[in-house]
């Protein structure tokens, strides 16, 4: 039997494949297509959320596959579960959340994260590659999430009100506007700064005191050059809840290795500095000890709130 999540697909492949466009471009005109009501796959009663942002997330892998592009990675549906799971533990008993991906690509992370938390969700998706952008944007419309998107430098000065949540698969490497990076702390006095430690600014600049910033970082964050100068940042604007080590066969090689941080903004609610969980996700395929990974996780989540 075919799945609704294959339905999608298979909708949406149809139409690209046939398309006299980037195939990219093309799933942006398929949904379009499917949302004016022209078309569309004919899907169960039983359809998800999640069924369609699998069914268009395996479209967008096939046109990233022939248009490859390495700084344009899709978070994998591996860590944006993970990253989902954390994010709504940690907020179960809050209302109207909000939610920010400053640099939210094709919004896998974001719609992962939203589809998790449920209704009442609403969020902002900042970006600076504009068919990305397209793609979150007619993603989000077919699954009925609010979402405002702005194409933009997200190290630029945004306009967004300060959120509960903010998720972030950070892009890692050189930020070449020196001038711009300037109006951060994370700014080393020679050469470019980091642009995923500025992410990290930014995100929690954008964070309401009590809430939460959750980063899928290069996995030696806390040792690289620059990392004398995030250590005391972090210190004093943020208080890090959780440094949670992937597994390092989910990357080609244990150089690209990456974790998920859970920094929280600083309230006068918190009075004590709780104690940092630092943990290693099991090997994923085994159903048993991540059954278990998520049960500790959960007591963490918890404690926390
Ligand atoms: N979470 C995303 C998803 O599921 O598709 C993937 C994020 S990808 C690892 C990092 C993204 O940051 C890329 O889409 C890239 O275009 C974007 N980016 C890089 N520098 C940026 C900047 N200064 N402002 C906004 N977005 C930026």
């Excluded at 642009?195 to 964050?221: C, D, R, W």
């Amino acid at each position: 039997m075919t799945t609704d999540t294959e339905k999608v697909f298979s909708f949406i492949d149809t139409y690209a494949e046939t398309a006299d466009q980037l195939y990219l471009e093309a799933i942006i005109e398929a949904c379009e297509h499917w949302l004016s009501n022209e078309g569309g796959p004919s899907l169960s009663e039983s359809v998800s959320k999640e069924d369609i942002r699998r069914g268009i997330q395996l479209a967008i892998l096939k046109g990233m596959k022939q248009n490859a592009q390495p700084h344009h990675q899709m978070t994998p549906d591996s860590i944006g579960m993970l990253i989902a799971h954390i994010a709504n533990q940690l907020t179960v008993d809050r209302h109207n959340l909000t939610v920010l991906d400053p640099a939210a690509g094709t919004g896998n992370l974001l719609h992962t994260v939203m589809n998790a938390i449920g209704n009442g969700v609403t969020a902002t998706a900042v970006e600076i590659d504009d068919i990305l952008i397209r793609l979150a944007a007619v993603a989000a419309e077919l699954l009925e999430h609010p979402v405002s998107f702005y194409v933009q430098d997200a190290l630029r000065p945004m306009l967004v009100d300060p959120v509960d949540i903010t998720v972030c698969d950070v892009p890692v490497g050189f930020y070449p506007d020196d001038d711009n990076a300037l109006n951060y702390a994370l700014m080393p006095a020679e050469g470019h700064a980091y642009a995923h430690h500025l992410f990290i600014e930014q995100s929690m600049n954008h964070t309401k005191s009590g809430g939460y910033g959750l980063f899928i970082v290069p996995a030696n964050l806390f040792d690289s050059e620059q990392s004398s100068l995030l250590h005391p940042f972090l210190k004093k604007e943020t208080i890090i809840r959780a440094v949670i080590q992937l597994p390092d066969s989910l990357f080609k090689s244990s150089t690209h290795a990456k974790s998920i941080v859970v920094l929280q903004k600083p309230s006068t609610e918190i009075i004590a500095t709780p104690d940092v969980m630092l943990a290693k996700v099991p090997n994923m395929t085994d159903k048993r000890a991540m059954a278990l990974f998520l049960q500790k996780i959960d007591m963490w989540a918890t404690e926390s709130e």
